[in-house]
């Protein structure tokens, strides 16, 4: 196994992946604002998705 195959065996074991759409110009204003805050986009999602689970519960 190669290594690009060992990392897909272990995103596909490991994470959940999810498709998100959003309106056009919006990933330009998400990307801008995760960069600013030093993050990923990925990173931000997350963490947006995190706050507003434990802020509604």
Request: aromatic share 6%.
């Amino acid at each position: 196994m190669n290594k690009s195959e060992y990392r897909n065996s272990w995103i596909a074991e490991k994470l959940d992946r999810i498709n998100l759409t959003v309106p056009k110009g919006k990933k330009d204003i998400i990307k801008a604002h995760a960069e600013r805050k030093g993050e990923s986009v990925n990173a931000f999602i997350n963490r947006a998705i995190d706050e507003t689970i434990e802020r509604d519960t």
